[in-house]
């Protein structure tokens, strides 16, 4: 091989996203000495010619190797004065509820950059409207990381919709930070590491609790369970088998909805004529408020749990009847602003003066602010840990190592801890019941095993 040919490749080499003044230093020595070095092999001919100069070049590249600094790369869309974020949220279509929960983590971080934003950085954090359908959100998605270059995902919402994205961003190995959804499958850290649930407890936990509640209350009970068809609905299905175990088949029956059903009466009334005492509504909030109705207008009374997601008394109790809510079991692990218990707490008394401030107008009553609030904390604390290093790798170390945590927001006794082998934030529940004016915790804090 001629010198040009050496010439070419480290041409070639150039074209690398290292710049070619950074190779200058470290390979102009090594290459005036392979020039000495290739005259004095000049009359080696055939193989063992082509043999050394392959040597020779290998060592050329090692040295400059060698020589460049290894420095941590910070992610896309984070300068001197900014970290990009992004975020999927259904502010229209029938998923519209959940969007106050965007609305709080954007208010939170406006409260952040107005206070100089985390080590001289404003957060942009890109909140994008998906509509709650799985194509949007895979859409979207894609053009927050490929066209408005964002760091990392954050906060989006859905378990079918983060399940649609889920597997192109742990390919490419880009944080899904915090996203809003109890699906049991994203503690599977193997499966996508890169992925990792927000400041809410498991489905799969609400469900124990409502089973074992349940079963101290009728040791023989006869339970139905009416859930959305998919893991949103088939974790709470699961829960309720941990507890039941081989007595599941005989204790439960169960019915399934779609998302663009227009009604869930049918299944309620089937429900009622089986005989069951005790029922366990996994549904979002507008069929919840389908299911109170007509288990009122059937002049039912069993036994009557509400997914936690589904407990909001603006969005939920008033238009069903607040009367016809009355005795309603649920759980949480958030503070109540209807809590007297809290009345003088200084997180509470920090979220009001928030609210008032970032969120006017907005009904304190919907427990989506409350977890807003406290999901934008978290993703504020992985930032200060991460320092300047703000690559996607430490990121997500950062964000599977918090300790102790203890947000504004969150019940009394609740810490948040995560681990790289243990990716739930939130691992505790309590019991509520709806008196007709607020929800009133009762028993103790329920921990996941």
Known sequence: MRGSGFIALLGGATAHPIAASAWQPAVCEPLRALRHRTKATRHIEGERGHAVLRILFGSL??????AMPAAAQNAPGVTDSEIKIGQTMPYTGPGAWLSSI?????????????????NGRKINLISVDDGFLTWRTGNETRKLIEVDHVAFTFGSIGTPTQLEVAKYLNERKIPQLFIVSGAYRWGNYKATPYTIPGMLPSYRLAARLYAGYILKQDPNPKICILHENTDFGRDYTAGVRDVLGDKYAATVREATYEFTDASIDRQI?????TGCNALIAITLPPFAVQAIRKVRDLGWKPIFFMSNISVSIPIVLQPAGLESSVGLLSSTWVKDPLDPAFENDPGMKDWRAWMSKYLPGEDVRRPSFAYGYNSAAALIQVLKQAGNDLSRENIMRQATNLRDLELPMLLPGIKVNTSPTDYWAVQQLQLTRFDGKRWVRFGDLVYDE
Do not use: P
Request: charged share 20%; no cysteine; proline share 0%.
């Open 102 to 118: 965007g609305l709080a983590e954007k208010a939170y971080v406006q409260m952040i950059n107005d206070q100089g934003g985390i």
């Open 269 to 273: 009334i089937e429900f009622k004529a």
């Open 61 to 66: 590249l090692l040295s400059g190797a060698m």
